[in-house]
Nanobody, 114 residues
Framework: VQLQASGGGLVQAGGSLRLSCTAS????????VGWYRQIPGEQRGVVAT???????NYADSVKGRFTISVDNAKSAIDLEMSSVKPEDTAVYYC?????????WGKGTQVTVSS
């Protein structure tokens, strides 16, 4: 399984950015998909996840600002980021889990300027 992420870049605080991840398998084979992020010097942490039974989960710090969506037809896992803050600056990773096996995409840098 390969996960290809795109959409990172530089954005001003208060702005919006959309991250997209394309999986090499149809999304329905995964029990969980989502996005994580990592700030230098810190552990990678969850941003948002979506499960095969259509449940979504968000980190408290992004609730109400970020939205995860899944497009089975396109095998895509998108993260819509709005009202971004400088503390959202991180490397963002696409994630998928199939049974006990986890898959990670290469990270994409998001930088929010104040």
């Amino acid at each position: 399984v390969q996960l290809q992420a795109s959409g990172g870049g530089l954005v001003q605080a208060g702005g919006s950015l959309r991250l997209s991840c394309t999986a090499s398998r149809r999304i329905f084979v995964f029990n969980t998909v989502g996005w994580y992020r990592q700030i230098p010097g810190e552990q990678r942490g969850v941003v948002a996840t979506a499960t095969s039974d259509d449940k979504t989960n968000y980190a408290d710090s992004v609730k109400g600002r970020f939205t995860i969506s899944v497009d089975n037809a396109k095998s895509a896992i998108d993260l819509e980021m709005s009202s971004v803050k400088p503390e959202d600056t991180a490397v963002y990773y696409c994630y998928a889990k199939m049974g006990p096996t986890e898959f990670w995409g290469k990270g994409t840098q998001v930088t929010v300027s104040s």
